[in-house]
């Protein structure tokens, strides 16, 4: 059974500091996701990661994915306010392509002080 | 492009009716739509996998005869739930993939559902 799992769950910095998100998945999968969701509403999409090594960036948030060792990070810059939200990432079900079904990790809960 | 909606994006209803959920997507054709749900504070749960004329596939521990989806269209998923009771208040979020790039995964804005 597949089991995503974050760390922190929970994290509290002030603006301007850099920290990462961590999310380990248990069984092979070659894409990952990352959501964004503000209390009250859905899941905003952040990064579709499709291979090992693949690094993607928008604005102070960057993202990379390492198959290899079933990890993936989200990394922030230089926070700011704006960014205090819950951050999931996700993994398909099925190693095989195609639409699949979403695991969930429980979600970094990140407050950003100023 | 690629929006999803739901309706409604809220509903309360007494104990024991039943509620229908509709999910569509608004610019591209969905081949299969997944339901989820999420309690509060919690991360999102998937209940089941609909995909266009066929049967739904549904999670472990989910119960298929009161979860009632029907995937009718490729642009319209339905969810149903069926005499409702309190414990089936939650957060219901419906997402599609697209025909031609199927590992992209659009979510709705989700359903808020109240039992009393």
């Known amino acids: 059974e597949l089991k995503v799992e974050q760390n922190p769950l929970f994290l509290s910095m002030q603006e301007g500091k850099n920290y990462t998100i961590y999310c380990n998945y248990s069984?092979?999968?070659?894409?990952l996701y990352w959501y964004r969701q503000d209390p009250g509403k859905s899941l905003e999409s952040l990064f579709v990661?499709?291979?090992?090594?693949a690094v993607k960036q928008e604005g102070r948030l960057m993202a990379s994915l390492d198959t290899k060792a079933r990890l993936s990070t989200l990394h922030i810059t230089a926070a700011v306010h704006d960014l205090s939200a819950t951050y999931f990432c996700?993994?398909?079900?099925?190693?095989?392509?195609?639409?699949?079904?979403?695991?969930f990790g429980k979600g970094t809960h990140l407050i950003i002080q100023p | 492009g690629a929006v999803v909606s739901q309706h409604p994006s809220w509903v309360i209803c007494k104990s024991g009716t039943s509620v229908k959920i509709e999910c569509r997507s608004l610019?591209?054709?969905?081949?299969?739509m997944f339901w989820y749900r999420q309690f509060p504070k919690k991360s999102l749960m998937l209940m089941a996998t609909s995909n266009e004329g066929s049967k739904a596939t549904y999670e472990q521990g989910v119960e298929k005869d009161k979860f009632l989806i029907n995937h009718a269209s490729l642009t319209l998923s339905t969810l149903t739930v069926t005499s409702a009771h309190p414990e089936d208040s939650s957060f219901y979020i419906c997402?599609?993939?697209?025909?031609?790039?199927?590992?992209?995964?659009?979510f709705g804005p989700g359903t808020r559902l109240t039992v009393t």
């Open positions: 610019d591209f054709q969905a081949t299969t």
């Open positions: 997402s599609a993939s697209p025909r031609t790039f199927t590992y992209e995964q659009y």
């Open positions: 069984t092979t999968s070659d894409r």
């Open positions: 996700a993994v398909p079900r099925n190693s095989g392509g195609g639409a699949d079904g979403l695991t």
């Open positions: 990661l499709l291979s090992n090594g």
